[in-house]
Every structure is written in C-alpha cells, then in structure tokens.
C-alpha cells in the first residue's frame, strides 16, 4: 500500500518571528530573524495513524497538549529561517508516514539449532577437562 506524500496545510501551521539568540552584533538584537514554528498535532488534517505515531514519538520538540515546536535561527533572514523551518516540519512527519513493518517471529532452522548444540558440547568438553586430574 504505497501513499502519497503527506502535505502539510499551512493553515495549520503557527509561524511567529522571535529575536535569535546568540552572537551576530548589532543585527541580532533589533532584527526578528528567528522563526517560532507551532504545529498542532491533534488538530491537523493528517491521516489518524500518523498522528497516533507522531504524538508516540519521544521527542521533546512535542508538548504535553501534542503540539510540535521547533524553533529555527540558522539563517540571517526570515524567510531562510521559516522555510527550514517548515522543511523540519515535513522531515519529522514524513519520519512516521510510514507504518513500521510488522515483525513475524520465526522458528529457527535445523542446522542452526545443530550448530548451537554442537558449541555447547564443544564448550562442555573444555570445560570439563579443567578439573581435578584423575589418579
């Protein structure tokens, strides 16, 4: 079962520029080049088990209410800053678009379980010859 790509509305998103910590001179502190990105998790349009396992994921971008927030300052400008932003967004969905791979227990085969036994009694002879010395 192959979907397609999940597109992120963004009406949904919450972008708000906030000032970017760290060095820069002048320029950081009286331009708002950071970008505050606030997704909420249970009120998007997304399919109900992607945000089950979006809301599973132990991350701690993610609040208690289920609301995703990253916060990007790698660029000078607000636009480069609000479209990595966004790209984040759409990497850590895509992270969970698709469902894990169920896992089927198998048995092991015959020449494993041969091989296994045949270790045990290679090792229970080693050990074995370590006692005492018999008169």
């Known amino acids: 079962m192959l979907r397609p790509?999940?597109?992120i509305d963004p009406d949904e998103v919450?972008?708000?520029?906030?000032?970017?910590?760290g060095a820069g001179g002048q320029n950081v502190n009286k331009v708002?080049?950071?970008?505050?990105?606030?997704?909420?998790?249970p009120a998007s349009s997304?399919?109900?088990d992607v945000k089950e396992r979006l809301?599973?994921?132990?991350?701690?971008?993610i609040t208690q209410e289920g609301v995703l927030v990253l916060k990007a300052q790698q660029h000078r400008t607000q636009?480069?800053?609000?479209?990595?932003?966004?790209?984040?967004?759409?990497?850590?969905v895509d992270s969970v678009a698709t469902p894990p791979r169920v896992r089927r227990a198998t048995k092991p085969t015959y020449g494993s379980k041969q091989r296994r036994l045949e270790g045990k009694s290679q090792r229970s002879q080693t050990k074995s010859l370590r006692g005492r010395v018999q008169d």
């Open 5 to 7: 790509p999940l597109l």
């Open 46 to 48: 997304l399919p109900a």
């Open 79 to 92: 636009e480069m800053n609000r479209a990595n932003a966004l790209a984040r967004l759409q990497a850590v």
């Open 14 to 21: 919450e972008i708000s520029a906030i000032r970017a910590q």
């Open 32 to 41: 708002s080049s950071a970008v505050h990105l606030r997704y909420d998790i």
């Open 55 to 61: 809301l599973a994921l132990r991350d701690s971008r």
